[in-house]
């Protein structure tokens, strides 16, 4: 059964760092592609970025590119997403989710998710 679970989420002050984990289990994890996703309270789920099963790396949002980073270990079945520069509005809980072989800006079709982490930047 895949299953993939975040960590890391926390507290971060604006202009901070904080970098998450989704580690993966229940498929050999280089077939698959990861993206990240985010929902702020009151808010629709926005994608950020993803990362096929080549290593191709697709953006969604241009609100995060050249601040966000997604990177993956295949001996640790583990994707990363490094954030930098935080803002506010990047408040939200942060979810990785799965899908064969090549990333897609329709969330529906990622048919793995994990449980999210919460991400708060605040001074």
């Known amino acids: 059964q895949v299953q993939l679970v975040e960590s890391g989420g926390g507290l971060a002050l604006p202009g901070g760092s904080l970098r998450l984990s989704c580690a993966a289990s229940?498929?050999?994890?280089?077939?698959?592609?990861i993206g990240w996703f985010r929902q702020a309270p009151g808010k629709e789920r926005e994608g950020l970025v993803c990362?096929?099963?080549?290593?191709?790396?697709?953006y969604y949002s241009d609100s995060v590119k050249g601040r966000f980073a997604i990177s993956r270990d295949n001996a640790k079945r583990t994707v990363y997403l490094q954030m930098n520069s935080l803002k506010p509005e990047d408040t939200a809980v942060y979810y990785c989710?799965?899908?064969?072989?090549?990333?897609?800006?329709?969330?529906?079709?990622?048919?793995?998710w994990g449980q999210g982490t919460q991400v708060t930047v605040s001074s």
């Open positions: 229940g498929f050999t994890q280089p077939y698959k592609a």
């Open positions: 990362i096929s099963s080549g290593d191709a790396t697709i």
């Open positions: 989710a799965a899908r064969d072989y090549y990333c897609s800006r329709s969330a529906s079709t990622f048919l793995s």
